[in-house]
């Protein structure tokens, strides 16, 4: 790998965050190439069989906003 070297030591806080943000940029722009760790693709799996299992059985999918909105007011 080459390119500009950074010491990441010697950076502000707010430019540390302008790395961290190019990073996660330049990540999202390929996803399949991040690997998932096998609980990470058993949580996906049974997450997506729990939305199969609430669309085959008419369940709306997801929670109305106003829903959750009412929710967090009523907690506090």
Known sequence: MSGPVVNIAELSADERL???????????????????????????????????ADVADGSPLGIPWATVLEQIRTKG
């Open 18 to 52: 302008d790395l961290l943000e190019q990073l996660w940029d330049s990540l999202s722009k390929s996803p399949s190439e991040i690997p998932l760790t096998d609980p990470q693709k058993a949580e996906l799996d049974r997450r997506l069989d729990e939305l199969d």
